[in-house]
């Protein structure tokens, strides 16, 4: 076979790009679609903050919670959230862990100094007898109010086939208004009845004054756990 010239310069470049030499390969562009500090390549939770971790456990809490809303990054998340009575929700750019991208739920009683409160049910596997949460809140107005938080139990998943009534736990401490993030920690923990499947959880800072003032929820962590694990709060757990 015949090389023409232009033959023999193709195949000296490709024996040159073989050996190092030529075009060098394309960078790397560092793409962070949803602004949390993550590459999107690397990103375990596209469009919620992965550096979030409320139990210090060094995994994002994104990725293990059972609360199917649990950052409130836009209004759609808060639209699902189940509320109780006299209680209004909307969608806040603020956010628990000062995080730009996202923000958080915003609730208030519709009759004046009525509890509002904010409901979650998660589903437990059969080996698990404990539920674990921690959740960031603060309130609009100061010094704030008691946080409380309150367990109904069923038999069923989705919450169905009620074990129990729904009863309010202690109170888990005490949060005031706050201008920066991030907010203070909560944290709870359970023991579950015998064939418990799932878990409706609230929770509610009383309103103390007669117009209704705000608070915030953002960034709930729930985990179904064993006895046999360790409870360990979050650093500066409150």
């Known amino acids: 076979m015949t090389l023409t010239v232009s033959k023999i310069a193709t195949v000296a470049m490709v024996l040159m790009m073989g050996r190092g030499g030529g075009t060098s390969a394309p960078e790397t562009v560092f793409t962070d679609s949803d602004g949390d500090g993550v590459q999107d390549a690397d990103d375990l939770c596209p469009g919620s903050d992965d550096t979030v971790d409320l139990d210090g456990n060094d995994i994002a809490d994104c ?15 808060v639209a699902g959230a189940t509320l109780g009575s006299h209680t209004l929700a909307s969608f806040s750019p603020s956010d628990g862990g000062g995080y730009s991208g996202s923000g958080s739920m915003r609730l208030v009683s519709n009759a004046g100094s009525v509890t509002s409160a904010a409901f979650v049910c998660v589903n437990i596997m059969p080996w698990e007898d404990e539920v674990e949460m921690w959740f960031n809140v603060t309130t609009g107005w100061s ?19 009620s074990i129990s009534l729904f009863s309010w736990g202690s109170s888990v401490g005490t949060t005031g208004a706050s201008s920066g993030a991030p907010w203070p920690t909560f944290s709870d ?3 579950l009845p015998n064939g418990t499947r799932s878990v409706q959880i609230g929770i509610t800072v009383p309103t103390t004054q007669p117009d209704g003032d705000p608070w915030y929820l953002d960034n709930l962590l729930v985990r179904g756990v064993t006895e046999s694990e360790s409870w360990e709060g979050p650093p500066g757990m409150q």
């Open 143 to 161: 010094p704030g109010s008691q946080v409380r938080t309150g367990y109904r139990y069923f038999n069923g998943s989705d919450c169905s086939g």
């Open 63 to 77: 990725s293990e919670t059972l609360a199917p809303e649990f950052m409130f990054d836009s209004p759609a998340d």
């Open 189 to 191: 923990q359970r023991a």
